[in-house]
């Protein structure tokens, strides 16, 4: 086992009804908030109005940035950061899952550093710009998956050059994750499959790719799968099942907070290779067989599928 720090400064609010402390939970960074998110669905327009009512509640100002994509361009958040600079914004909240908090993430980093987004992700062919700081983060997440919300990391694509590629900066580790289960009610089930995958991948890569022993981190990973496991089997039977959604949302975050890697690290091949492809091409199909056939999820058998 090797010697290792980690450190988790983001402070986890969880419960039901969480979101409506999002105000309270802002003080101090400011009078005028940022708010990034998707663009907005009537079936999910609750989320961002209690978001909204609880910042105007609290005294705060909002600047909604509402075209943040799946698999979000350098481009949009380039457009976030002129917008935020433009709006004279003294933090962001991040409203929605990874690719809304990693773009999140790079408009808050590159709006106090300067340049553009793209300028600091992780490339071959040169160095990476270094942040030198960022702007407060608070992360509302509405999808298990990413686990975004209490990490340094984030992913960024290049559509003009067809890369997608990534970036790590401590600056930019969220102060507040707000993890509330109704979130997730109305997240769609191919969704919440695709996101429970996700997750056991998070978790299963450095599981299976370091040459190194740590126990702790190696029970932490088995206890962190087994519970994905069952409560995305719930979830996928019950979208409305509070305590399904809220184990996920958990798994989410502690499944890429570093926890399950210490003293060992290892790689994320898999997510490399899904890199590569997406940078290419928007990918989000529901789960199929070989024969193209869709796939009715229950009882384990997404994870049977994948071996």
Not at 39 to 46: D, F, G, N, V
Not at 98 to 123: C, E, N, P, Q, R
Not at 166 to 187: C, L, M
Not at 203 to 228: K, W
Request: glycine share 10%; proline share 4%; net charge negative.
């Amino acid at each position: 086992m090797h010697n290792f720090e980690w450190n988790l400064p983001t402070k986890i609010v969880y419960g039901k009804g969480e979101l409506s402390r999002l105000g309270e939970l802002c003080d101090g960074y400011g009078r005028k908030a940022f708010l990034a998110t998707y663009r907005r669905s009537e079936k999910r327009a609750w989320i961002l109005d209690t978001a909204l009512s609880s910042l105007e509640k609290a005294g705060i100002q909002a600047t909604i940035f509402d075209r943040i994509e799946p698999n979000p361009r350098a481009e949009t958040v380039d457009q976030g950061v002129q917008l935020f600079l433009e709006s004279g914004c003294d933090f962001v909240v991040a409203l929605g899952g990874g690719s809304v908090i990693d773009a999140a993430k790079y408009i808050s980093a590159t709006a106090f550093s300067g340049g553009s987004a793209w300028d600091y992700v992780i490339l071959a062919e040169r160095a990476a710009k270094e942040y030198t700081g960022a702007y407060p983060i608070v992360a509302v997440p509405t999808v298990s998956a990413a686990g975004s919300e209490a990490n340094a990391g984030g992913v960024i694509t290049n559509w003009k050059t067809k890369e997608k590629s990534f970036s790590r900066s401590h600056y930019r580790i969220p102060k507040v994750a707000i993890v509330d289960p109704e979130v997730f009610v109305t997240v769609p089930r191919d969704i919440t499959a695709d996101g429970g995958v996700d997750i056991f991948c998070h978790l299963i890569e450095h599981y299976l790719t370091s040459p190194d022993a740590s126990e702790i981190a190696d029970r932490i990973t088995e206890g962190l799968i087994l519970t994905t496991m069952e409560y995305l089997d719930r979830a996928l039977k019950d979208g409305s099942d509070l305590e399904a959604r809220g184990q996920l949302a958990l798994c989410s975050l502690f499944g890429w907070s570093g926890i399950q890697a210490i003293g060992r690290m290892g790689s994320i091949p898999i997510h490399f290779i899904e890199h590569q492809i997406s940078g290419i091409a928007d990918l989000h199909e529901p789960f199929v067989d070989p024969g193209g056939q869709p796939i009715e999820i229950g009882s384990g058998a997404y994870f049977d599928i994948l071996g």
